[in-house]
């Protein structure tokens, strides 16, 4: 078995270690003795993304957002749409999250044409939301509990007809106001939290790769393995924000 | 009336401090927040008639800043300078007010200044420095200034409201040298030319042009972002340095060997730090020294014995154990130390510390950003220890770059760290990040025989 991963636009989405993501993800499938090739697409090349079996979108500055809106006009945001709906898994991560939507509109009031791929518009304010903070994954993605670092001007109000990633335990999430934290759409998992989030929360790495996995092969287990250092890492960050598994 | 409330505010900054000194801290910010209270405006009405020098930038602030003074001490010239790191308004106004008489009258004519970015604003406007230097921009505690971007935004405001300051501006840094591009200052730009990395640029820091969005593109480049950048959507280029590097040459177990240019000619200077980075801080000390219209010849002849400062690079002996205490807080920075760590060999015992206090900047995330993959792909250590408020983030970093995590030691307290590197009998090179280094250094020095930071 082997996963294809594409990291798209490393060179722009780059922000707060997200590359400690891939990292995690192609470690957590080498100890399983799984192949792992991971493909990065700056900004401007061009490729067939039908290839690939799970695509990551990290977060980055305001500044460079704004760079990356010409390259997904050039057609990839079709392609990106059409890998979505044909139940490729994504793990989009802040600003790389917001992108999926519709819009996003500054604290100055000027609106930006996001992709649209799914039903929600982020709005910029000047106080951002900044912490250490806890959710739980909803029950289509296993329930358990994600500890992560979130660090976001945007407000995100999910379409009605969208289910969040999870709800939140301590801090903001989408809002700060409605409980909710990223989305959930198919095998697409958009979320505020960097830190970076996968090392620190096993269970749910393993579950986005099983997404990809299930996809790609119909059916597959995935190891357990020691996670007694990604749990100290995890027990310490519930203890301080008073969470419980 | 103005007057008593500058005495006011000093006596109570004194007061303060005197406190602080009674129970056994460190104490170097609080005494400046006292009397900012009492007075709001007591740094610039303090700082009037001072000749100051304000640095600013992510990396080598505090390395720079003690380039300077030793240049000032070997010339036996009087100054004041924040040395203790406290580059806060507040702490900037503790370190004026001990300079001052109880009625506000400086006793010091000159000032070396260290300043944080996010302050910087607010101090060069009530100092009105004659010269500002900025060493360079890279991603650092970005939960306190957001992004890098915003990071250029404070500096370029900082240097907007000292029009008559000389500016001098790091050219091979894309973001550093564009501050130049639409202010009234005077700028100096200083880099380096002589050297050129086969690496290929890791310019996530600072990946398109601040003017037109294109791609920066590099003729020649020597690390991280920095180097000859050049835009080729609007022509925008690095400018060419008046204070340059012409050849930097590593004098293995001494520092490196500079071939100096300048527009009032070429000259060697004999560094004592090794490493790139260092050559770039000498650089930032020589152009500044040069606009405030210091004997150049002689600074740059005194860097021959400058020694490290305060846990940049810093070395001591517990009983029969060299140790080393070199501070890291970001992902440039790391990556040049761990490339020095890796130079050292196997027989080292690594001791990697992580706090997350404001002062650190309370994300940590930034460890995954690091390159700890390149040191494990050449290194293998029989034990590494880790220490911190999230030593177990740094447990898991380092497991995720390839460490054995069964060859990790997580302390559980500074006695337990001080007691491994003691009894490591190999030579310990200690990692902390800032407010680690605070505390970390303190237990080592302390049984090394070495003074504590703010005597």
């Keep these: 078995m082997e996963l294809k991963i594409c990291h798209l636009y490393p060179d722009v989405l780059n922000l707060y270690g997200d590359r400690g993501n891939i990292a995690c993800m192609r470690r957590r499938l080498e100890w399983r003795g799984i192949g792992c090739a991971v493909t990065e697409l700056p900004l401007g090349t ?13 977060g980055g500055q305001d500044f460079e957002q704004t760079v990356l809106l010409s390259d997904l006009n050039a057609g990839r945001r079709d392609d990106i749409r059409a890998a979505a709906e044909d139940g490729k898994t994504f793990l989009c991560i802040c600003g790389g999250y917001q992108l999926l939507g519709r819009g996003y509109r500054t604290a100055d009031g000027e609106w930006c044409d996001y992709t649209g791929i799914l039903d929600f518009v982020t709005e910029g304010s000047r106080d951002r939301m900044i912490g250490n903070y806890a959710f739980r994954l909803g029950p289509e993605s296993g329930g358990g509990v994600v500890v992560g670092f979130e660090n976001h001007g945007g407000r995100t109000r999910l379409g009605s007809g969208l289910t969040p990633l999870g709800a939140v335990l301590k801090g903001c999430g989408n809002n700060g106001q409605d409980g909710t934290e990223g989305v959930r759409y198919r095998n697409v998992f958009g979320t505020y939290s960097h830190g970076p989030v996968l090392p620190k929360n096993p269970a749910f790495c393993d579950g986005i790769l099983l997404s990809a996995l299930v996809r790609k092969y119909g059916g597959a287990e995935l190891a357990p393995l020691e996670d007694a250092a990604e749990n100290a890492a995890r027990r310490y960050m519930l203890n301080r924000l008073h969470v419980t598994e | 009336m103005k007057k008593l409330r500058v005495f006011l505010a000093c006596l109570a900054s004194r007061l303060t ?8 801290r460190g104490g170097t910010s609080l005494p400046g927040k006292v009397a900012l209270r009492i007075c709001p405006d007591l740094l610039s009405v303090l700082g009037r008639g001072v000749d100051t020098l304000i640095l600013t930038g992510t990396n080598g602030k505090t390395t720079t800043a003690g380039m300077l003074r030793h240049m000032l001490d070997t010339a036996g010239t009087d100054y004041l300078s924040n040395r203790s790191g406290a580059n806060l308004k507040s702490g900037i106004t503790a370190e004026f007010i001990q300079n001052a008489a ?6 010091k004519k000159l000032a070396v200044i260290e300043c944080d970015e996010g302050n910087f ?4 406007e009530a100092l009105q420095p004659r010269v500002i230097v900025v060493t360079n921009l890279f991603r650092d505690q970005l939960d306190r200034y957001g992004e890098v971007s915003h990071t250029r935004e404070y500096l370029y405001q900082g240097i907007r409201k000292a029009p008559a300051a000389t500016v001098c501006l790091n050219a091979d840094c894309s973001l550093t040298a564009s501050l130049g591009w639409d202010v009234p200052n005077e700028v100096v730009y200083y880099g380096v030319d002589g050297v050129s990395s086969d690496a290929e640029p890791n310019v996530s820091d600072a990946p398109h042009c601040l003017a037109c969005g294109e791609r920066y593109a590099y003729r020649r480049h020597t690390f991280a972002h920095l180097g000859d950048w050049y835009c080729p959507g609007c022509g925008r280029s690095r400018p060419a340095p008046a204070v340059a590097a012409e050849s930097v040459e590593p004098v293995p177990g001494a520092g490196s060997r500079i071939v ?3 527009p009032e000619g070429e000259r060697t200077v004999e560094l004592a730090l090794p490493a ?5 801080n000498a650089l930032s000390a020589l152009s500044a020294a040069r606009a405030m219209g210091w004997d150049t010849d002689a600074c740059a002849e005194s860097l021959r014995d400058f020694g490290a400062v305060f846990g940049r690079m810093e070395s001591m002996k517990i009983g029969d154990t060299p140790v080393q205490v070199v501070l890291v807080k970001n992902p440039a920075g790391c990556d040049r130390v761990l490339e020095y760590l890796a130079s050292l060999g196997e027989d080292v015992f690594p001791v990697f510390c992580l706090n997350d206090n404001v002062n650190d900047g309370t994300d940590v995330s930034w460890i995954w950003d690091a390159d700890y993959e390149a040191l494990f792909a050449k290194r293998a250590y029989e034990s590494i220890g880790v220490w911190g408020i999230r030593a177990e983030d740094m447990r898991l970093r380092l497991k995720y770059a390839g460490a054995e995590d069964a060859s990790i030691r997580v302390f559980a307290t500074l006695d337990e760290l001080a007691d491994a590197v ?12 800032y407010t680690a280094m605070l505390t970390v250094r303190d237990k080592l020095s302390t049984l090394a025989g070495k003074s504590r930071f703010w005597e």
């Design chain 2, 17 to 24: 401090r005197w406190g602080i000194r009674l129970l056994g």
């Design chain 2, 121 to 124: 604003p607010a101090v060069v």
């Design chain 1, 46 to 58: 061009v490729d067939d993304l039908t290839g690939y079996d799970l695509f990551f979108i990290g």
């Design chain 2, 422 to 433: 003691a009894r490591a009998g190999k030579p310990a090179v200690v990692l902390p990040n």
């Design chain 2, 102 to 107: 109880i009625t506000g009258r400086m006793k």
């Design chain 2, 276 to 280: 790139l980075y260092n050559v770039y």
């Design chain 2, 260 to 262: 100096l240019r300048t």
